[in-house]
């Protein structure tokens, strides 16, 4: 047992300097890319110094976890492997007897990590970094003017209520408000109001037309007409209606490129569009599936190159790059062909999501059982 204890420890230490290695050349070279790509663009927004390093920084995340981390941990493990399958390492450990699954342990620890770590990061983190580069851009190329009249017509519904009106995310602030409620006692109030917006947790709007409508009554009753009515009773919030109109968005484009939005975000624009087009809501789930799927490419990776790396006989470190080369490209290609499938209905959602997962972690377990 204590053996097997420095054998892990081992094997930790020799993954754990080249996959920081990997990870800060990586970071480097795409901080050092985007930057120099993107420059003349964020030059032309006159934005200072400091902004546009900040708009690298805060991007960082999204890129760290979607990328970086699969890609460096494919690429150290395979070369780790192969340097201890160079110098008959792992011909030595399996001949103490100790199975190729039980040496993989530690790495297979490493990949359940970073899949956690990469989930953290895209959840939490990168949504808020997008969100943060959006702001500093839109910040300098929106005028007051142009803020203060950027109105986009808006419908959606929740559980009890429909909404129909014209919304400034920049000042979240609503207009031609048209409203569809059912109270609790099952009779519906509909009302008309000039404007809205949000102040103290409270939906409050103005110069209000209202009228109850029941079912025993084809004719309205109770009209009101006021210049104020605070409704606590609605939840939704400015944040929930700007995701709402961004992931619409993001929904008519071939290929998201940004994750600007976390599950909860998804999950809220399937609540308040119960009546999305199949397509639509195709999307939203194939999304949904994938933004669970995709960290734990982490581990995959790991199953993938415990079998091409740690195959008996002399490997050229250069044949570790290109491995990892090929199987990234091959597991990214498949990714977006699987979330094609799902969006378009070719294919369930959770599969179109999952299927490079479930394809390269089925071939390297069977490949792993074959190693001798």
Request: net charge positive; aromatic share 12%.
């Amino acid at each position: 047992m204590r053996g097997v204890r420095l054998l892990d420890r081992y094997l930790l230490r020799e993954l754990l300097v080249p996959l920081a290695v990997c990870l800060g050349g990586f970071l480097m070279f795409w901080i050092s890319f985007n930057l120099f790509s993107e420059l003349n663009r964020l030059q032309e927004l006159k934005l200072s110094v400091g902004d546009i390093l900040t708009y690298e920084l805060v991007r960082t995340p999204e890129f760290l976890a979607s990328i970086v981390l699969p890609v460096t941990l494919l690429l150290a493990l395979l070369y780790v492997l192969s340097q201890h399958a160079k110098h008959h390492e792992l011909t030595a450990i399996r001949a103490a007897g100790v199975s190729t699954w039980r040496m993989a342990l530690p790495y297979l620890m490493v990949g359940l990590l970073a899949s956690f770590v990469s989930f953290a990061l895209s959840e939490f983190v990168a949504p808020w970094g997008s969100n943060r580069a959006e702001q500093i851009v839109t910040h300098e190329v929106t005028s007051k003017a142009d803020a203060e009249n950027h109105f986009e017509k808006l419908f959606f519904a929740t559980r009890d209520s429909q909404w129909a009106l014209d919304y400034n995310v920049f000042s979240r602030t609503m207009r031609d408000v048209h409203i569809d409620w059912e109270q609790p006692d099952q009779s519906r109030l509909v009302f008309v109001a000039a404007h809205g917006v949000r102040s103290n947790g409270v939906w409050v709007f103005y110069d209000v037309q209202a009228h109850t409508e029941v079912a025993t009554n084809p004719f309205p009753i109770n009209r009101i007409a006021t210049n104020v009515l605070a409704m606590p009773q609605f939840t939704v919030t400015p944040e929930q209606i700007k995701n709402l109109i961004a992931i619409r968005r993001e929904s008519r484009k071939a290929h998201v490129e940004r994750t600007t939005y976390t599950l909860k975000d998804l999950r809220d624009y399937l609540r308040l569009n119960p009546d999305l087009p199949r397509a639509d809501r195709l999307w939203a789930e194939t999304q949904i599936q994938g933004r669970f799927a995709a960290p734990w490419t982490c581990l995959v990776v790991v199953l993938i190159a415990i079998p091409f790396g740690a195959a008996s006989g002399r490997r050229n470190v250069f044949k570790g790059v290109a491995g990892s080369i090929l199987i990234g490209f091959a597991y990214f290609v498949l990714m977006q062909v699987g979330l094609a499938l799902g969006a378009s209905g070719r294919m369930p959602p959770w599969l179109g999501a999952w299927l490079p997962n479930l394809f390269f972690s089925l071939l390297g377990t069977v490949l792993t059982f074959r190693v001798r």
